[in-house]
Structures are given as structure tokens and as C-alpha cells.
């Protein structure tokens, strides 16, 4: 997989302030995602670990799942900014790239929600 390398000091690529989230953050997407060969249909805002995943509409599959920065996401998909203010708890999601997330509780997860 060639994956873009990223210089943190000072990177400014992700351009937007997430909380906890710094551009290095790892997150959790599919390999397909990560090099640019399907669109992020799926976002969660976990309440757990607070992580990320950035997911297509399809059943999630393990051998296929692979961990970035979160930077590499946001380059990949601008949009994700629209996102940076989704709560823990709380997912978006869309049926083809170009749409408008839709953002509602996530109802796989089993914590309570962030109310920022």
C-alpha cells in the first residue's frame, strides 16, 4: 500500500481544530478508503475510545480494515471537515460522495454520548 508519509512539525493539512485529535491521530478505515479506490460513505464518532472510523455503507470486515492518520483522511476527502464538530456517540453518513452527511446517535454504541 503506498500511502502518503507525513511531516507533523508544523503540518497544517488538516486545518481544522478537532478536539483530542491532532492530524497524527490514528483512526480506523478500509484498505479500498485509505488508497483512494472507494469514498467514506460512513463516519463514527466512538464513545468508547473516542476514535474514529471512516467506513463505506457495506458490512465492516477485519481483514480489510487498516489504520491511518487522521490527516491522511481529511486529505483524501475534504468534506470530513464538515465532521470535525460530531460528537462521540454519534455517526454521519451518505450515499454517494458529493452528498450531505446525514448525522444521527449511533446505535451501535453502547455509551452514552458527548453533548458538546
Not at 511531516?7 to 480506523?28: K, L, R, T
Not at 460528537?87 to 453502547?110: Q, V
Request: aromatic share 8%.
Amino acid at each position: 500500500m503506498a500511502l502518503r508519509r507525513h511531516n507533523f512539525a508544523g503540518e497544517a493539512s488538516f486545518g481544522i481544530v478537532v478536539p483530542y485529535q491532532p492530524p497524527n491521530c490514528a483512526v480506523i478505515t478500509f484498505r479500498d478508503i485509505a488508497e483512494n479506490r472507494a469514498p467514506i460513505l460512513h463516519v463514527s464518532h466512538d464513545s468508547d475510545d473516542h476514535g474514529w472510523q471512516f467506513l463505506s455503507l457495506e458490512d465492516a470486515q477485519v481483514d480489510k480494515a487498516v489504520i491511518v492518520c487522521f490527516s491522511h483522511i481529511v486529505d483524501s476527502d475534504p468534506t470530513i471537515r464538515d465532521l470535525a464538530d460530531l460528537p462521540t456517540g454519534r455517526r454521519a453518513w451518505r450515499r454517494s460522495k458529493g452528498e450531505p452527511w446525514i448525522r444521527e446517535l449511533n446505535p451501535d454504541d453502547r455509551e452514552e454520548p458527548d453533548t458538546l
